[in-house]
Structure formats: structure tokens, C-alpha cells
């Protein structure tokens, strides 16, 4: 659809990747006026932007894929255990063609502007493109790792060279041969771009803040047994995953790590970390994420690995992370410590020797000038809350979202925000979100949100809102699940702590999928306690 966009919409949807296809897709099949505006130029999401070299999921292949449609289960076919960019990519075009969603979606049209009607209970949305429509309802599909990063480092433009965020890479690829390469950050983006980088560039330059627990995916060729056999059972497994906290399938706990006699643990880690998936030893124990000595444990045995791969012994030190292993954001790799044994990559330990600027030439840090050719960004995102408060929304009494969550992103069961009313949030801040398997939520969060709608229609019930009240009741519940966890002592990008000057709040509820689900239906089912229904 390339012509500009007016008129009136029952729903309109934001964002056309997992979650934001298959609201439209029940949403048309239901024949409800409604329309997507996506801000690329194809579908997909994440995994249309971010197509930096080595981009992979990090959930097994044949979990990482809808539910909704058997014909659609049965027919598609992953290549390998984990899939890489490209094949998830053709995925979601599989999808949108499969079902004809692109009729519907406006793509190259970010939303820059929502704002609520209070006297009419609609809203208005303009995109810059110049699209502008009016909803009664948005589902905003934006997702939690959308909003790019890029750190105020001085004399950025004034590099000479060309600069890349991960986030926003090149369709046509970048070349690295015989350039010498700089890249900046080493969380999962980073982790999965720098070996492949280190393959053909000069050299490479790994600037590091905070080293990152990896676990090895052990990927290869998806076996056509493997795969029969999910086929066949794929309506029990995904019964199962529903009931599991993060949404996906792993093998059995082995009970508390602390409990275990020394030999006993060790062979159970090694075999877990030789096995399918390196997922598996992170949620192998019962205790590892609860009890700061159970975690050591599992830390201290993923540093021996890091010192086992890394020849030199000073830098596989500085590689050792030094917080509990599974608060930050765990990526499986494909050779990433092994990459510091060759000749052409250095690593740059920056909280050593920080970054000063960026200049003409490179990057000088507090050390001296390292010159580049061409210069990564693997600097992440604003998480979980960032994509939203860059819509510039406006709810009642022109309240603008930013101010609303200058001090945190306050919400009720991490989709409803008060005083922006019928205003509905994917993966939004207080949900599992991105510590779940992020299909599966998003189907099963999208079909609440139709619920909801369906039923409010029934009653008759033209207005959905919240309260700061129960706001600060859902956050207490979000600051409790994570209390029981060792996930408060860490800055993450889980608390925003990557964004300078935003409110450090844990922003994902860590209570497993199994019991969101549950309080969600609760509230509904006591008569929508905790909302304000207008008619």
C-alpha cells in the first residue's frame, strides 16, 4: 500500500512483526476494519531491522514459530536448529503472503504522533509519511527492542569512515574486507556480529564495557527426524509450552545446584553445555537464579570455559564477567571467545581506559587513538519502554507519555497505561515480555487483547482504562517476582540502566508466563477490577 492513508478504523495495529501480523491476521479474519502502519520497509520486525552478520534467534527453531495455524506449522521447514536472520526473515514473508496481510499494512509509515480524543473516546495517529486515520482502538505492536541506541559519544560525525548501528544495518550488506574495523559493545548483538566481522576484516578492534555470559548453540543441520517428530506432537508441545514460565520447552530441572555433590554438578554442566542448546544449563536448576551462591556456581564454571577457549590468560580475564550470570541478557554464540585467539582482533577493556571521542581518524580513548576504516554500533536499544515514548503519545488532559513515565513505566498488567485510554501494549514494560519465548507471548497476549475488545463491545463499554492506583499495585507485584530473584542486583537494560538519565525500574515481570496469564484472566474475570469502563 503506497498511497497516503485517512479515514476512520475500528483498530489500528502498530507494527508488523510477530505480533503485530498476527493481531491484524485475527483481526481481518473477524472482518474488523482495520490497518498497520509499519516503519520498514517489509515485515518481520526485529528481524527485518536487525540483519547485521551473524543476527540469530536463540530459541530452538521449531519453537520460535506461530501456533495459531496447523496447515502453517506442517508445511514450514527451518534449515538448522537455530535460524539465522535471513530464514526468519523469509519466515515472516511466508506469513504475510501466506494469509494476505500486505493488502492491509502501510509500510515506510512510522507513526509520529497519537493522540487521545477525550469528548469522542477515539484516536488520532499521523504517520510522516503524512498518513492520518483516527481508531477507536491501538494495538501497539511496537516490540520491546526497537528503539535504537546510539550513545552521545563526541565527534561521532565527524568520523570519516563509515559507522553502523546493528540495529538499523544495510539491506546490501557491509564489506569488511582488509578494513580495520572498530566495534563498540559486546552484548548479544555484538556477540554475534563480532566473529563474523573478525573473518574477513584486517583487524578488529572489540571495545568492551561489560564482558557477556554466552552459552554455546552448538548449531547445525535441522535433523528431518527431529523435525517429524515435532510435527506430530506439535499440538501437545505447544499445550505444554503455554503452561511453562517463559513460554518454550526445556528438558526437566535437576533439582537445587547447591544440593549436589561436586563431581555429580560438574558432569551435569558439561553435558548440558554440550548439549542441543546452551539454554539448557542456564535453566537447568532450580536455585541458580534465586541464591547468589548457587549462581556462582554456574558462573564460575562458565568463566573456567571462557579460560579454557582464550589462549591469552590476561585477556580472558577481562572477558570473565563479574555479575550473576542470567541477570543480563544471555546470548548463544557461534565461537566468540574463540575469536580473541586470532591475530587480527584486539580488545579494548573500556571501563580501564574509557572512551573519549570519537574522531576523524577513530576512536580515542583515555589510552590513545585506535584508527578505523568502518565503525559498529552494537550499543543495544532503549528497551522495553523506548519504542513507545518515541511515538509521541498524548492521552488525557494532554498528557504526554513521556512525562507520565519520567520516573518509570508505570502500567496494570503490563498493557494498560492510565490515562491513555483504549491504548492496548505487546510485550509492553510489566509483562514477561523479551524473558519469554516472544511469539508465543505475543499470540497469546493478542488474543487476550481481542478478548477484551469483543467484550467490552458486548457491554456495550466504548472507553478501557486504568488507574495510577492499581499501576502502582501491578508494579509492586513486578518489584516482588523480581525480589525473589537475584535480577535486582544488576544493572541491565531490564532496569534501563543502559540509558543515560532514564529511571532505573525493573521493567519485566520475572513471576513466569504460566502466572501473568493467570492474573490477567483474574482481573477480567472480577468484573474488570483495577480498570474504569465508560460507556
Not at 500500500?1 to 508488523?16: F, P, S
Not at 554500533?377 to 511515538?391: C, K, N, P
Request: net charge negative.
Amino acid at each position: 500500500m503506497n498511497e497516503l492513508v485517512t479515514g476512520h478504523y475500528k483498530v489500528v495495529v502498530i507494527g508488523a512483526g510477530f505480533g503485530g501480523m498476527y493481531a491484524l491476521h485475527r483481526l481481518r479474519s473477524e472482518g474488523t476494519q482495520t490497518i498497520c502502519f509499519e516503519a520498514g520497509g517489509g515485515v518481520g520486525g526485529t528481524w527485518y531491522w536487525n540483519r547485521y552478520p551473524g543476527a540469530r534467534v536463540d530459541i530452538e527453531s521449531m519453537q520460535y514459530s506461530y501456533s495459531f495455524d496447523e496447515e502453517l506449522q506442517q508445511e514450514w521447514s527451518w534449515p538448522e536448529n537455530f535460524s539465522a536472520q535471513p530464514d526468519i526473515e523469509r519466515y515472516a514473508n511466508h506469513v504475510a503472503d501466506r494469509f494476505g496481510l500486505r493488502e492491509d499494512i502501510v509500510f515506510d509509515a512510522r507513526v509520529n504522533s497519537m493522540r487521545f480524543d477525550e469528548e469522542a473516546n477515539i484516536w488520532h495517529l499521523t504517520t510522516e509519511r503524512g498518513d492520518e486515520v483516527t481508531a477507536h482502538y491501538v494495538i501497539s505492536a511496537t516490540g520491546s527492542l526497537d528503539a535504537t541506541n546510539v550513545p552521545g559519544f563526541p565527534g561521532l560525525d565527524s568520523f570519516e569512515g563509515d559507522w553502523h548501528h546493528t540495529s538499523q544495518w544495510p539491506k546490501e550488506g557491509v564489506s569488511f574486507d582488509g578494513l580495520r574495523v572498530g566495534v563498540i559493545g559486546t552484548g548479544s548483538s555484538g556477540v554475534q556480529a563480532i566473529p563474523e566481522i573478525a573473518k574477513t576484516a584486517s583487524h578488529l578492534h572489540v571495545f568492551q564495557r561489560t564482558p557477556a555470559f554466552t552459552m554455546p548453540n552448538n548449531n547445525q543441520p535441522l535433523d528431518p527426524d527431529y523435525e517429524r517428530e515435532w510435527k506430530d506432537t506439535y499440538a501437545e508441545r505447544r499445550e505444554a509450552m503455554r503452561t511453562d514460565q517463559g513460554l518454550s520447552m526445556f528438558p526437566p530441572k535437576y533439582g537445587a545446584i547447591l544440593d549436589m555433590e561436586p563431581a555429580v554438578r560438574e558432569a551435569i554442566m558439561e553435558d548440558l553445555y554440550a548439549s542441543r542448546s546452551g539454554f539448557n544449563l542456564l535453566v537447568a536448576f532450580n536455585d541458580t537464579m534465586v541464591n547468589a551462591e548457587a549462581n556462582e556456581l554456574l558462573a564460575e564454571f562458565m568463566r573456567n570455559k571462557i579460560r579454557s577457549i582464550v589462549t591469552d590468560p590476561v585477556v580472558a580475564e577481562k572477558l570473565c564477567p563479574r555479575y550473576a550470570i542470567g541477570t543480563k541478557r544471555v546470548c548463544l554464540d557461534s565461537g566468540y571467545h574463540a575469536t580473541y585467539n586470532r591475530e587480527n582482533v584486539t580488545l579494548v577493556d573500556v571501563r580501564e581506559s574509557p572512551i573519549e571521542e570519537i574522531t576523524p581518524r577513530g576512536v580515542r580513548t583515555a589510552d590513545g587513538e585506535y584508527e578505523l576504516d568502518i565503525l559498529v554500533l552494537a550499543t543495544g536499544f532503549d528497551a522495553v519502554s523506548g519504542s513507545l515514548t518515541r511515538l509521541n503519545v498524548t492521552g488525557v488532559d494532554g498528557l504526554d507519555l513521556r512525562d507520565k513515565w519520567k520516573d518509570g513505566a508505570t502500567n496494570y498488567l503490563g498493557m494498560f497505561v492510565a490515562g491513555f485510554p483504549n491504548l492496548f501494549m505487546i510485550h509492553g514494560p510489566g509483562s514477561p515480555g523479551v524473558l519469554a519465548q516472544m511469539i508465543a507471548g505475543a499470540e497469546w497476549q493478542v488474543q487476550y487483547v481481542l478478548d477484551v475488545i469483543h467484550d467490552l463491545d458486548t457491554r456495550g463499554v466504548q472507553r478501557i482504562d486504568t488507574t495510577a492506583e492499581w499501576e502502582n499495585k501491578w508494579d509492586a507485584e513486578v518489584q516482588t517476582a523480581a525480589s525473589y530473584t537475584l535480577f535486582g542486583d544488576t544493572d541491565s537494560w531490564y532496569k534501563g540502566a543502559n540509558i543515560e538519565g532514564k529511571p532505573k525500574s525493573f521493567m519485566v515481570y520475572v513471576g513466569g508466563y504460566d502466572n501473568y496469564s493467570r492474573r490477567c484472566r483474574e482481573q477480567v474475570e472480577a468484573d474488570y477490577e483495577g480498570f474504569v469502563l465508560s460507556p
